[in-house]
């Protein structure tokens, strides 16, 4: 059988209902939110496909252009181990929370505050019956769980939208094993703070190292996460764990000298709660959450994990939560089912500078540039999303593998927020979508080297940048300035 799978888009009504009655159609399970078997594939291709396929073969190659190319919100992945749509309760792999964490939680976990719906999983937060309904305390949200620590090495996946508020945890997807802050815990955090939507945080901890917050990462985006779904996922292999938006690495980190990534099972959690009143929390949170007169809730779509099939497995001391008595396991060439191997490194020539390339440059929404001797002066006064781009006429990259450039500046939120980011066009993107970005760029007094990867994810495999077409510089934000000067811009 086929590694391939298609997964049932639950937002897109030209195919759904023809998957759907492919999925029933046979299989393993039926109806399990997967076209997962043979028979399944091909019920779906003569249900879609322009022409019925005649094998196995032509009817994944007609699924992956159809759903794939044509059909964005459907989405295309390698076999997961597990995968759960969340159109209803899997009683056998997940349980939902019914208990008080206490502490720093400002809620009961209780079974009501979870709906299916629609195809959807919902995390309601409200106050309805509480206290006297609530153990006590003053709000009621939901907590859901896989049922057993048997998660390790893999690559981990949501599709989500989160909440948004000040005093709010609003949606989290991480992974936990242990008891907080003892030897025995272990976690992967995506937690999104309501007090500001368009960031996400990222977070481990291994052996109970990371409660001081060493290893917190904030990711800004270029969108607001409590309006729209989006992929979010993290990849834990032996001497790396990366975090993942909508495919597109944001985030690495590796083992200081001495310690140890995540390396024991653990548990797929997501929950949404309201944080207390201890000062390091309402400073955390932005604040103490105020209840708005209507519930709150959190959205998710689907999770999904796929292992590291070759990578070291947890040992019987591991699963026990004994500590083991040697150093994290060495890292093999492994990759998850949904990742390819590691690009092959570009072979060795000149730098291509961007001054040797340029077509022409233009400025947008307020921005103003300027170019003069190779270096390009950006500057913006209180604009909305200002910047500028270079455009390079599709220039063939001859397998350079990144763009760098020297950059130095300032800029000012004025009360909002700003970012400064870079991105890359190919031949094969509209002016919206990038194929590559930096973000954030830091910015200093002086110039700074800077170094963006040409390497992206697209459909589950690492591809690296062949043409581009142009070069963008934006500031993100509501009404932001800014003055930079980059210079020395050129592919690698």
């Given at each position: 059988m086929s590694d391939f799978v298609i997964t049932i888009s639950r937002t897109d009504p030209k195919f759904q209902s023809k998957l759907k009655q492919a999925d029933r159609h046979s299989g393993d399970r039926g109806n399990n939110g997967l076209i997962d078997t043979e028979e399944e594939r091909m019920a779906a291709g003569n249900l879609v496909c322009a022409e019925k396929p005649k094998n196995q073969s032509a009817a994944e190659t007609c699924l992956k252009q159809t759903l794939g190319i044509e059909t964005a919100n459907t989405l295309i992945s390698w076999e997961p181990s597990l995968f759960q749509s969340m159109d209803r309760h899997e009683g056998s792999i997940w349980e939902i929370a019914n208990w008080s964490n206490g502490g720093i939680f400002n809620c009961t976990w209780r079974p009501s505050n979870i709906k299916f719906e629609?195809?959807?999983?919902?995390?309601?937060?409200?106050?309805a019956g509480c206290p006297s309904s609530c153990k006590g305390?003053?709000?009621?949200?939901?907590?859901?769980r896989t049922q057993r620590e048997t998660f390790s090495y893999g690559y981990y996946e949501v599709r989500m939208k989160a909440a948004s508020g000040e005093g709010l945890v609003a949606g989290t997807f991480f992974t936990y094993r242990g008891k907080y802050g003892e030897r025995s815990h272990d976690e992967i955090d995506f937690e999104f703070?309501?007090?500001?939507?368009r960031m996400v945080q990222l977070n481990f901890y291994t052996e109970g190292r990371g409660v001081h917050d060493e290893h917190k990462k904030d990711i800004f985006l270029n969108f607001d996460a409590s309006q729209e779904f989006h992929n979010y996922g993290f990849k834990l292999a032996p001497n790396s764990l990366t975090w993942y938006i909508d495919g597109r690495a944001v985030h690495t980190a590796t083992a200081a000298p001495g310690e140890k990534l995540p390396y024991r099972p653990m548990k797929i959690m997501a929950n949404f709660w309201p944080g207390s009143s201890q000062s390091d929390i309402v400073a955390w949170l932005g604040g103490i959450f105020k209840y708005p007169g209507r519930p709150l809730q959190v959205e998710y779509d689907w999770i999904k994990f796929s292992p590291l099939k070759d990578a070291p497995q947890p040992t019987a001391a591991d699963r026990t939560g004994a500590q083991r008595q040697t150093t994290a396991p060495q890292?093999?060439?492994?990759?998850?089912?949904?990742?390819?191997?590691?690009?092959?490194?570009a072979a060795p020539g000149k730098p291509l500078n961007i001054e040797n390339i340029q077509q022409g440059s233009f400025d947008f929404n307020n921005g103003k540039v300027n170019l003069r001797a190779g270096s390009y002066t950006f500057s913006a006064n209180q604009a909305k999303d200002p910047g500028f781009?270079?455009?390079?006429?599709?220039?063939?990259?001859?397998?350079?593998?990144?763009l760098k450039f020297d950059i130095k500046g300032d800029f000012k939120k004025h009360g909002g927020w700003a970012r400064l980011i870079v991105q890359v066009y190919s031949d094969k993107n509209n002016d919206y979508s990038p194929s590559v970005s930096l973000d954030p760029i830091e910015l200093k007094p002086n110039f700074t080297p800077t170094t963006v990867d040409l390497h992206y994810i697209e459909e589950g495999k690492e591809i690296l940048l062949g043409k581009a077409k142009k070069v963008q510089f934006l500031l993100v934000t509501d009404k932001g300035s800014c003055q930079v000067e980059i210079k020395n811009i050129r592919f690698e």
């Open positions: 629609n195809g959807f999983m919902k995390l309601i937060l409200n106050n305390m003053p709000y009621a949200s939901g907590e859901y703070l309501g007090k500001n939507p890292p093999t060439p492994a990759k998850p089912a949904s990742q390819p191997a590691p690009a092959k490194p781009g270079i455009l390079t006429g599709n220039v063939d990259l001859q397998d350079r593998n990144s």
